[in-house]
């Protein structure tokens, strides 16, 4: 496995993680390996609190590698292939801090999966977005189209492979943002350092929360995020967040 095919670095508490497989960070099975691993690290480090996904070069990804497809002449090899596809989006979405995905070009089928994936959304101007299996024999990807656009537009991407732009999704409410090609990855590094600087504790139960109540009827998630409240209420963090609002000044917390 490369080591630098996904790229990890850790600034106050911010984790950037940078898909880096020339030219189009197209995804095979060694770098979806490293992208479950490096996400389950952020999952278990104290000393990040939030991350930011992003691209090296000027395509955020453009989907998985048609030279690593499974063969169907080795058996369990389709299997291994469904298996780590699915858990490089699952490791995304079930990491314990929030990631924020900063898309700077091109998102296509797997790549759109990985934005999808993650809690928040940004992008660059150019970027662009479709679910193209289509276009080479195969359809997959609506589960993660649905979490992000209405029935018809989910339809009309998965049966025709079109792409939308960025402005495109902003219109729609998909995205957070639209910003220039140099504005993206500062916009998203700030709002990261931002949700850093919370108590650590409950940062981590709302991301959990957050990723519940959307399984949830309104009133058993409503009741489940009570839980949390009253367990984060008991907490020292807490404790200080209010001291700090009182004497009007900056919180140390403790993660605890």
Not at 1 to 30: C, F, H, I, K, Q
Not at 164 to 193: G, I, T
Not at 212 to 238: C, I, N, W
């Amino acid at each position: 496995m490369s080591d630098t095919s996904v790229t990890l670095e850790v600034n106050e508490g911010v984790a950037l993680v940078t898909l880096n497989r020339a030219p189009v960070n197209a995804l095979n099975r060694d770098m979806r390996r490293r992208i479950v691993a490096i996400f389950d690290e952020i999952s278990e480090r104290e000393d990040i609190r939030c991350a930011v996904l992003t691209g090296a070069g000027k395509v955020f990804c453009a989907g998985a590698d048609l030279k690593d497809r499974p063969s169907a002449d080795i058996a369990g090899d389709f299997l291994e292939h469904n298996r780590i596809t699915r858990e490089t989006g699952n490791a995304i979405r079930e990491c314990t801090k929030p990631v924020i995905a900063a898309v700077n070009g091109t998102a296509l089928g797997a790549g759109l999966g990985l934005m999808a994936a993650c809690d928040i959304m940004y992008a660059s101007d150019n970027a662009t977005f479709g679910m193209p299996e289509i276009n080479v024999g195969l359809a997959g990807g609506a589960s993660m189209l649905r979490t992000l656009f209405g029935r018809s537009t989910l339809r009309r991407m998965f049966f025709t492979g079109q792409r939308l732009s960025a402005q495109d999704l902003l219109n729609r409410n998909v995205l957070e943002d639209v910003l220039p090609p140099d504005e993206l990855l500062p916009a998203a590094l700030a709002l990261a350092h931002e949700i850093a600087s919370k108590a650590p504790l409950a940062v981590v139960y709302a991301k959990r929360a957050a990723n519940m109540v959307d399984l949830m009827p309104q009133r058993d998630a409503y009741r489940f995020e009570q839980d949390f409240t009253m367990a984060l209420a008991k907490t020292e963090d807490a404790k200080e967040a209010r001291m700090a609002f009182l004497e009007k000044r900056q919180p140390q917390f403790k993660g605890r």
